[in-house]
């Protein structure tokens, strides 16, 4: 065999061997449970180096759409409760990273967020968290869930969160879900993930 | 290391067929036609009743092949095709996607499907209707005339009242003989409802010895029954009093006592003076006008579907229980969710349910889901308020009147217990007639039912996100099992609420 042909042999079997990685890697994420690493490639962007940062566990829906599933993601550290539930919900609002799935409409926005000395807090939101929303209770449950908890679980002085939207208080996102008055941490429909880090 | 113990049960899972071991089901299924009736064999696997395909092809005529590289079976009947699937709970039926509660199984040189198979596959392309009735373990094909009878012991007594309704209604002819009472029924077959034990005087009502009869059996206590039919909304009524035997008179001292009873010595009160547990019920097509509610890849809207299947349901629930069905919308119109529950409250509503089609992020996620109101901190004291403080005020003449306090918005606070109970029932028959979602029951802060002043409970009939259940939604065939499922529903629900009535 000329020199040549042993190239192509051996670029033919360095090929096959990356495919096969390729299959079993695939095979092992469609059939295990979702990835507990953190992806570095998509969803809110990292602070930028030097800015001090603090770990918080922000929501999204697992891959198969079923569950909510709590995921650690580096953000700014900020002063105080407000400041620092604030980039909580900049955080929160922006994509999820794969291979979950964000659960707030595109384009939502954070217009403010203040805490009562009740520990209540009211996150109110631009109005395409409404109209941006497919509707259906499932998926209003999951966007309302994730808002009020990762308030509540980043925050402890945070008990209850009233959403609001566009500076008024609102019945519901789509028609479903009551959002009249603050409500309280729901982990009904999040499944934790085994080893998130 | 994972990836490779990943590969190795994949492998296993592809070689390994899946070999059936069933267990034939407590009673046979009967094939009821226009020639008669004749035992079906069926199977019981995994919680799933199955048929065999090869005893369809003798049944119906249709023709069964194994389509090895399609991955399918395809079932063929005058020129029309099914192909069910043997991986996937679906058949493609003329081109339309159906959902089944399991894909097509084989068992030794047989293929199984379940049963369901023949309403949602065949029926669809069958010459005759086909009706599975479940509950009734009949398969009824050709347009036969097949009421539902159902039986219940109104009042023990003695007298021991009972009610046998018929519907939709059908000549009945009555026939009392010693310890029997016997109702024939001028019908093909009968779809039996009949409740297990008896009650009072009562001892039993059963299938009779006819095909279209129904024997109550009376205890040795019983004196002369009487019977009597009457027929209103399409339904037929056969009342049935049972007195207990005449109290010996002092010119029979040789008579033996009759044996000490347990029932109070005063008659209850006559039954036709309580109202009937269930006399108004609204339906709430979800969304409306400009509010379409969720949207499917396809087009379809939700606000559609919840409007065609509140409207099947208003049909079959007025024609079998006679019973008033408002519907919060009857066009297409937006209303809000306060006004739903007002129109519910208003009316004097005996039972509220709301029908959705929900949506999710992911197009996989499908299935039915029921819902009930979970009450927040403020609910659960509402609900405690209601329980403690009712408020006794004086009324003109100096008697007085006991008003309930509760919140008008937090009105369902009161009927938590009996919502949970309504949803729970919905669960289960529904899942007889659909497949369900991967969370069938549901408690959540529902907007739409804070407010409503009776049980309530809301059903997402499917995902509008997943192209195959967009294009079941659509389907009479799917509108019409949801509403039936529900319909049985209604009438489970309200046996609940006489048991609790009649203590």
């Not at chain 1, 309280?184 to 080893?195: G, I, K, N």
């Not at chain 2, 090869?54 to 009947?77: C, K, M």
């Amino acid at each position: 065999m000329t020199p040549r042909g042993w190239l192509r042999l051996a670029l033919g079997a360095v090929l096959l061997a990356v495919l096969a990685w390729g299959v079993t890697r695939g095979l092992e994420r469609a059939l295990a449970p979702e990835p507990a690493a953190e992806p570095a490639d998509a969803g809110p962007a990292p602070p930028p180096e030097g800015v001090p940062r603090i770990t918080a566990t922000l929501y999204y829906a697992s891959s198969d759409g079923q569950a909510l599933v709590p995921v650690r993601r580096e953000i700014t550290l900020a002063e105080g409760v407000v400041p620092q539930g604030r980039e909580i919900l900049s955080a929160q609002l922006q994509g999820a990273p794969p291979p979950y799935i964000s659960v707030v409409p595109e384009g939502t926005t954070l217009r403010a967020f203040y805490v009562t000395e009740r520990g209540e807090a009211f996150v109110d939101l631009s109005p395409e968290v409404s109209t941006g929303h497919p509707g259906g209770t499932f998926a209003e449950l999951l966007t309302v869930n994730a808002i009020v908890n990762a308030v509540t679980t980043n925050l402890p002085a945070v008990e209850r969160v009233q959403i609001l939207i566009d500076g008024q208080e609102a019945d519901t996102l789509a028609g479903h879900v009551d959002l009249r008055r603050p409500l309280q941490q729901d982990d009904s429909l999040v499944r934790e993930e085994p080893e998130i880090q | 290391m994972r990836a490779t113990a990943t590969t190795v049960i994949i492998l296993l899972l592809v070689l390994s067929q899946p070999q059936a071991q069933g267990t034939p089901p407590g009673t046979p299924l009967t094939l009821v036609t226009r020639e008669g009736r004749r035992p079906v064999p069926t199977t019981v696997l995994s919680g799933q009743e199955l048929i065999a395909l090869d005893d369809l092809a003798s049944l119906f005529q249709v023709s069964v092949r194994e389509d090895t590289l399609a991955g399918g079976l395809t079932i063929t009947y005058r020129g029309r095709t099914i192909v069910a699937s043997t991986d996937q709970p679906m058949a493609s039926v003329a081109g339309r996607v159906v959902a089944l509660p399991a894909p097509a199984v084989r068992a030794g040189r047989r293929w199984l499907v379940p049963l369901e198979f023949l309403p949602r596959a065949l029926g669809p392309i069958y010459d005759q209707r086909i009706d599975l009735r479940r509950p009734a373990r009949l398969l009824v094909v050709g347009d036969l005339r097949v009421p539902r009878v159902t039986a219940r012991i109104d009042a023990a007594g003695p007298p021991t009242r009972a009610t046998i309704e018929i519907a939709p209604a059908a000549p009945v002819a009555l026939a009392v003989d010693g310890g029997r009472v016997i109702v024939r029924i001028d019908a093909d077959a009968l779809d039996l409802a009949l409740p297990t034990g008896g009650g009072g005087l009562i001892e039993q009502v059963r299938a009779g010895d006819q095909p279209n009869s129904v024997t109550v059996v009376l205890s040795g206590r019983a004196g002369p029954a009487r019977a009597a039919a009457t027929e209103a909304d399409a339904v037929a009524r056969v009342a049935i009093e049972v007195p207990s035997i005449a109290p010996p008179t002092a010119a029979a001292p040789a008579t033996p006592l009759p044996p000490p009873t347990s029932e109070p010595a005063s008659p209850l009160p006559v039954l036709t003076a309580s109202r009937p547990v269930l006399q108004t019920i609204v339906i709430d097509p979800g969304h409306g006008g400009e509010d379409v509610g969720a949207r499917g890849a396809g087009g379809t809207e939700e606000k559609q579907i919840t409007l065609d299947v509140a409207r099947r349901l208003r049909t079959i629930i007025e024609a079998r229980l006679g019973v008033r069905v408002v519907l919060t919308r009857d066009e297409d119109r937006a209303i809000s969710l306060d006004e739903r529950a007002a129109v519910a409250n208003n009316g004097k509503a005996d039972l509220f349910l709301s029908l959705h089609v929900n949506a999710s992020v992911a197009p996989t996620v499908a299935g039915v889901e029921v819902f009930h109101l979970r009450l927040d901190r403020e609910g659960e004291d509402a609900r405690r308020a209601a329980e403690t403080q009712a408020v006794s005020l004086p009324v003109l003449g100096g008697a007085t009147r006991t008003i309930d306090v509760v919140r008008w918005d937090l009105a369902q606070a009161r009927h938590v217990k009996a919502s949970a109970v309504l949803a729970g029932i919905l669960e289960e028959e529904l899942q007889e007639q659909a497949a369900m979602g991967p969370r069938p029951l549901q408690e959540a802060p529902l907007r739409v039912l804070t407010g409503a002043n009776m049980p309530a409970a809301l059903v997402e009939m499917g995902y509008i996100t997943n192209r195959a259940q967009e294009n079941l939604l659509r389907s009479d065939t799917y509108q019409a099992s949801l509403a039936q499922a529900i319909y049985d529903a209604i009438l489970r629900f309200r046996e609940y609420l006489e048991e609790g009535r009649t203590p």
